[in-house]
């Protein structure tokens, strides 16, 4: 992903986060997102990254972050201990997505999570045309180095949603380097997506 594609998804998810919220970003990486959530929005977060150089660079911003696995579950976190779990361009990733999705809606009021669209037109015209596995500024690696495990689509994590009760309560698909916002044909125009979810318990 281009720092430029970053930069507005990270400005759509500081948009949607009230003042003062308790955050949980999981797989925050270097902590750029926690970062600007307690500058911007005077948010209480703190993080959770798996990798050795993404949790010592986010210390070295002053965050809080835990080297922890997600794939094994949010057992330290009591239920609805966070206004906000983020899960954003990590889903992907996963080896245990249903288990982390249900763990976030546990933990969190509510949740965000933030995806590239595999069934975005470019890919899949890309696809068509040179038979290769393509890549995209969402996911710019090739298939031998590529962090993905799921290759899934808006319509496949709606699907997904419906099937297991899980409420979307708004939806944001972006585009382009500027990253405009679409209302129609998201899965087939939409590089990036944005939901905000509540489970049916909460």
């Known amino acids: ?79 609805q201990s966070f206004d906000w779990v983020i899960l954003n361009q990590t889903l992907q990733s996963l080896a245990k997505p249903t288990l982390v999705l249900e763990e976030m809606l546990r933990v ?3 949740s965000i999570v933030g995806l590239p669209n595999f069934g975005y037109w470019c890919l899949r015209l890309r696809l068509l045309l040179r038979g290769r ?32 009760g899980i409420r979307i309560l708004q939806e944001i698909f972006l585009a382009g380097e500027a990253g405009h916002r679409l209302r129609f044909w998201p899965n087939w125009r939409a590089e990036t997506a944005i939901f905000v979810l509540r489970g049916g318990r909460n």
């Open 1 to 79: 992903m281009s720092p430029n594609e970053t930069r507005i998804d990270y400005d759509v998810i500081v948009s949607l986060v009230e003042r003062g919220a308790r955050v949980l970003d999981l797989g925050c990486g270097d902590g750029q997102l926690l970062a600007r959530l307690i500058a911007e929005k005077g948010a209480r977060g703190t993080g959770v990254e798996i990798s050795q150089a993404g949790v010592q660079a986010a210390i070295a911003r002053g965050l809080s972050v835990v080297q922890a696995d997600l794939d094994e579950g949010l057992a330290d976190y009591q239920d």
């Open 108 to 110: 969190g009021r509510r």
């Open 133 to 164: 596995m393509p890549a995209s500024r969402a996911l710019p690696y090739r298939w031998y180095e590529t962090p993905a495990m799921r290759l899934l689509t808006i319509a496949d994590f709606r699907a997904y949603c419906r099937e297991r």
